[in-house]
């Protein structure tokens, strides 16, 4: 079975139930997401298991976390219980301003997860597993979780990333384009990432110029995402493009971590890249369908029979 680990901040998720700015929303809906968080639920649903390094508050959320990761087949065993900070929560608004699209507002400053550090990082863990994942949103939160990822890469056989660079949790651009740089430095089996963070790190947004660049600086396997238009994948000097399905938007949110969940398991196990980016695109699609980030992303199985049924 391939062995993923993944570092970053679990995080509640207070989803409005209703569409339109959050100042006129009554109802809310709890979830469990994060990045990380649901990019281990896509991974193990896709065969493979995988461990989370994190911290969480201890507090209700925090609990509610654990135990929701532990019940999806996520390994808990190194998510650590912060006595002193909160677990963060952030809240989706849906269709508004832009109709289709959704807007994530954060209350995480000085979270539990913000306090992870190079000290969570268990080195017989991390260098167990067949390769270490984590995004640019943990390179944003904190110093010591920047540095926690970095050990971690360090460590790895090898490592998967996607920049998921998320401007409000950055104080400058340049210091997002760094991180990465850095994070990309320590060698990339296989990057996720999109235009917009490309244009940032890369100042380039063409897919080929970018598998150009990300390839000299030395990523393998390049899962290049274009929203709604689809998704490429590069690998040993092939392109191979998938086109997204039209299916009515409930929420976006996680779609890209379905995605990159499912397209690692099933390329660490040794998937033809191509077959693991249609069953990875089938996870999105059914993500963006309901709100909430990791409930409905799909077995192979059923990625397959949704597949078939477009
Ligand atoms: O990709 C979805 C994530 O953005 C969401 O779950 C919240 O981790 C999150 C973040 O930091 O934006």
């Known amino acids: 079975m391939t062995r993923l680990v993944a570092l970053g901040e679990p995080l ?15 109802y809310f809906e709890k979830h469990v997401a994060g990045s990380e968080a649901n990019f281990c639920v896509a991974a193990v649903m896709a065969g493979a298991s995988c461990g989370l390094i994190a911290r969480v508050g201890n507090d209700e959320f925090g609990r ?3 135990e929701y990761l532990r019940g999806r087949g996520v390994d808990v065993s190194r998510v650590k219980v912060d ?8 809240f989706v608004q849906r269709h508004y301003p832009v109709p289709g699209r959704s807007v994530l507002v954060y209350y995480r400053r ?40 970095y050990k971690a890469f360090e460590l790895a056989k090898a490592r998967t990333f996607d920049t998921n660079i ?5 104080r400058r651009p340049e210091d997002a384009r760094e991180a990465v740089l850095r994070a990309l430095r320590t060698g990339v089996e296989v990057l996720i990432t999109d235009p917009d963070d490309t244009r940032l790190v890369l100042g380039i ?17 390049l899962l290049y995402k274009e929203g709604a238009k689809g998704a490429y994948v590069f690998h040993d000097g092939e392109k191979y493009f998938k086109p997204s399905y039209s299916v009515p938007v409930e929420d976006p949110t996680g779609a890209g971590d379905a995605m990159a969940g ?8 040794g998937l033809d890249p191509k077959r693991a980016l249609d069953l990875a695109t089938a996870a999105a699609t059914l993500v963006v369908t309901v709100r909430g980030d990791n409930e409905a992303i799909p077995t192979p199985q059923d990625a397959e029979r949704l597949l078939s049924s477009l």
């Open 110 to 149: 000085g979270s539990a997860g913000s306090k992870l550090s190079p000290d969570d990082v268990d080195a017989d863990y991390v260098k167990a597993a067949d390769s270490v994942h984590s995004t640019g949103i943990t390179l944003a939160i904190s110093e010591s979780a920047r540095e926690a990822v």
């Open 262 to 269: 499912t397209f690692v398991a099933l390329y660490f196990s």
């Open 166 to 170: 998320r401007p409000v949790l950055w």
């Open 64 to 66: 509610n976390i654990v």
């Open 83 to 90: 006595e002193e900070a909160p677990t963060g929560v952030y």
């Open 12 to 26: 509640i998720q207070l989803n409005a139930v209703t569409p339109g700015p959050l100042r006129y929303v009554h």
């Open 205 to 221: 947004a063409d897919p080929d110029e970018a598998y150009k660049k990300y390839r000299e600086l030395g990523v393998k396997t």
